[in-house]
């Protein structure tokens, strides 16, 4: 069976009843349909019991197919939750954009999802809507702001606020607009990013309240005046309008696994040019309301994890009790150098050159202090010895591994995985910080490059250089790092898989990310703009007459 | 108080009431929030009893601030559920452009409002973000094609489909896509409608059932070949996909008005471009349910009206039993030749002048055999002697007059109108239609201009002619068509006021709407993408820290 017929098969528990599981009753929240509910408690309320525990899943360098993350996620929180344990899994919403582009949605797989899966992966309530809505309001303010007085002198050729649509539109990536004369806009180079690349999902991912919205929103710097003087939303008198847009897309979104566990789907940014985790306040929201909250980050630590830790985790003021990290024999293959219509046939010898991949994720995690378990997650191809060989390799690194079925089993696949997680939760730790904010930018950079991805330093280019120099004199030093890369190498080439060490990482460019309150750093050719295929899925998918989906995944 | 503080201060029914009151159960509707829900029973199902009343709303031509059509029309349905009717309200779901851009929502005003005002002007339940992202899907769905293989030779030069935001960003009306070098994409001139302008709004308001939105949707031409032959989504095979993003946005909306009487708030096209009627599905849901089913269309009878009864009612498979034309003493004394500014002065012999407009609308709806009733609308700025001026003209006219207080009063301000309505719809009536289908593209044209507008005849350009000709030998000839006119004359002149007789009307260009299933036939300069103005209303919100909004209208 596929998964959208596994789905479509299950039946779900009314989401009053979901809620009521956590302590919700009906006035706290707002129902959307009969299975989707907004949270509309204030989520900034209440101190989350320090006894509650936050598990953070994250995996090595995966292959293009990606190890099912989100699988081995949604089967520990069921494995927890038939524990007895009270549990919340907090993970992104989906982007619709890739939806409609290569197969695969973002609710898991098999027995281990979240429902209603073809809500959640085509509009769902409606946050990347508000997402796409306000961002592209702010760019019509902005390009009406040049067209009328333009008072603060902001130079057309200087302004970095881009629309969005979420949407993989490559047409898009490079446009000119304000054509057809005087009085149809101010002609200019610009273009569209995917929406899950809005600072605006960045904002709404870190903001801890309505007010803190618009502080954050205040803060952006949508270009600069032809002195190059940074230009803000604040300046301009945007910020009101922009939050009112999003007032209820920062609301966190309750669904429900097939096992009914409570899901907290809520915020989707890019984990190579954002940050990559769910929301602050649906995080917030499980630890304040359950026993153990099991939340992802984007890709593997050096991508995601790394700037949960580092970026995240300060707005939650809450580091990891405990962390996984999915491994597959496949990715490991992969990392050894096995070619990738080959993944499926055993290869001893590729998945031990591979195996360093694994073991360097696991000393990322463990620099940062926090307890680790290794989640090897089950493929059918998968032969006993190759398992065998991870799991004693993991063991001699004095690491927990656990074989997890969660695709084929569910919960019950993930409980094995589950019992390590509780255990390693309640083991005492001391976070140990990767960096602190008062450092340079450059400094900030090589402890990333040093100590997480095991290469040299940072080299910055000339631009990076001057704009490290200009941003530390407009005062925005302090901030932390968002290093945009690619998620198939610890490196920034996606090609040097494994456990590369000597090599530098090539700083393009830096992009002010003001309200967000990080800077990027670009690496390699990010593309914030997905295309789509020869075929996309969108010509596979059907609809009968009664509007039932066929051919979504 | 403004519409805003009275809305914020009246108390609502939870929806699942508002459904109770017109038969609906639980099961029948899913609920968006606690006081917004889609109609999820199958609105195709159920013939609608012969008995039930449908009642259209339209006006004169109006002055640019609006003559307050909603407004009476809910205090129609509120006065109406007064006299112990069984009632639904059945309109236009807002925009949300215009809503950042020119002070003003479309949600009536005053104490004849519907509820929950900020949620319904701003992304009530997503259908307005669903027709963005399924038409800005198909163009990239385009784009990636002629980026392909392209086998069906679709000519980048003759693609007619264009992107949409729901935003009001003049810069985008005119734009290059597709820069940035081979990989980027194929680079054309193209730009962006506002969704309300969207074939698909139009599409999404007409069709019956999930099959025949995916008909139309298939029947959608997006552009030519080389050879010039038109290339349908169908032929693209991109219908299921584009459907499925649109399933849930078919399914009708229920609100409630301020006063609890059940409003569906459902499809907003452009009274201009498109049809300008609400769905099929919300008023066949009306006349399902409702012993009283009150509905409007865009603007006045030449522009709305007229679309309903030649384009929306064939549809439908019913025509109004009544209809209501809106008229002020501001409009009437403006289409008399009175200042803009000076509105509020009393002035009998502007009045006078003005008068033949609203009797060329009442002749208008007489034309269609259909009775009429005149709501004069009343202002706080009218003089007595105005209001008994334009009383007697229309009672001269064998009409019946009636002011109304909806804004001050709500429905106690409308129930002498409703008396008047509910007598007007009990008149046997026969339905004299404007035109047949098979009449040749220009009598069409030429039997609105002289039996709506009261001009002479239609001409056409070179262009225009050209493509009535194309047009007929594609079997396209037999749609009905959709004039795109100003709405501020009877005639594609906005300063050619009251009821001008001597004028011809001037056909620029034909445009194939054949999902929608009618030709549009362009006059005069209208705008698809509307502009924001020198300070738009997006930097006089205000949100605080609890969320609640100041200054949205």
Chains 1, 2 share one sequence.
């Not at 797989?109 to 702010?138: C, K, R, W």
């Not at 989707?268 to 990559?276: E, R, Y």
Request: net charge negative; glycine share 10%.
């Amino acid at each position: 069976m596929t998964d959208l017929e596994i789905a479509q098969q299950a039946t779900m528990k009314p989401i009053k009843d979901i809620a009521a599981q956590i302590g919700l009753g009906e006035d706290d929240i707002e129902p959307y349909g009969k299975y989707k509910a907004k949270i509309s408690t204030k989520f900034e309320h209440g101190t989350p019991d320090p006894n509650h525990k936050l598990i953070l899943v994250t995996s090595i360098n995966p292959t293009p197919a990606g190890e099912g993350k989100s699988t081995v996620l949604v089967g520990l929180g069921d494995a927890l939750s038939s524990l007895d344990k009270k549990t919340i899994i907090a993970i992104r919403e989906p982007s619709m954009g890739p939806v409609m582009g290569m197969k695969g949605g973002a609710t898991g797989g098999g027995y281990s999802q979240v429902m209603p899966m073809e809500d959640i992966n085509l509009h769902f309530t409606g946050d990347m809507s508000a997402l796409t809505s306000a961002n592209n309001t702010l760019a019509a303010l902005i390009d009406n702001y040049i067209q009328r007085d333009n008072e603060l002198d902001l130079d057309p050729k200087r302004i970095i606020w881009k629309r969005v649509l979420d949407i993989n539109d490559r047409a898009l990536r490079n446009t000119i607009t304000g054509l057809g004369g005087i009085s149809q806009g101010v002609p200019r180079e610009t273009g569209f990013d995917i929406t899950a690349a809005s600072e605006l999902m960045a904002i709404l991912c870190l903001a801890t309240s309505i007010a803190d919205l618009k502080t954050r929103i205040s803060r952006i710097v949508v270009g600069y005046s032809s002195k190059r003087e940074p230009i803000t939303v604040g300046q301009l008198g945007f910020e009101d309008a922009i939050t009112i847009l999003l007032k209820d897309a920062i609301k966190p979104n309750l669904a429900q696994t097939l096992a009914h566990t409570p899901a907290i789907i809520h915020g989707g940014p890019f984990a190579n040019i954002a940050h990559g985790c769910n929301s602050v306040a649906a995080t917030m929201t499980g630890l304040n309301l359950a026993d153990y909250t099991v939340t992802e980050s984007g890709f593997g630590s050096d991508l995601g994890a790394e700037k949960f830790l580092d970026i995240k985790a300060p707005q939650l003021g809450k580091t990891p009790n405990a962390v996984v990290i999915v491994a597959t024999v496949r990715a490991l293959k992969y990392n050894g150098g096995q070619a990738k219509d080959a993944l499926q046939e055993e290869n001893l010898d590729a998945l031990k050159t591979g195996m360093p991949n694994l073991l360097r994720h696991i000393a990322n995690i463990k620099r940062y202090g926090l307890p680790v378990v290794v989640a090897i997650n089950h493929f059918v191809s998968d032969t006993q010895a190759e398992l065998d060989l991870i799991k004693k390799a993991v063991e001699a690194d004095d690491t927990t591994a656990v074989i997890t079925d969660s695709w084929a089993k569910g919960g019950e696949g993930t409980v094995a995985l589950a019992e390590e997680v509780i255990k390693a939760a309640d083991t005492d730790t001391t976070f140990n910080k990767l960096y602190d904010n008062k450092d340079s930018i450059e400094d900030k950079l090589n402890a990333v490059v040093t100590n997480v991805y095991g290469g040299r330093k940072a080299i910055l280019s000339k631009k990076a250089a001057r704009q490290a120099k200009q941003f530390t004199d407009l005062g925005w030093g302090n901030l932390p790092i968002c290093i945009a890369k690619t998620q198939y190498s610890l490196s920034d080439d996606p090609k040097l898989l494994g456990a590369p060490t000597d090599f530098d990482i090539d700083v393009r460019e830096l992009v002010p990310k003001i309200g967000a309150g990080f800077i990027v750093a670009l690496t390699g050719n990010i593309l914030t703009m997905p295309g789509l295929p020869k075929v996309p899925a969108a010509v596979n998918m059907h609809i009968d007459d009664d509007g039932k989906i066929e051919g979504l995944f």
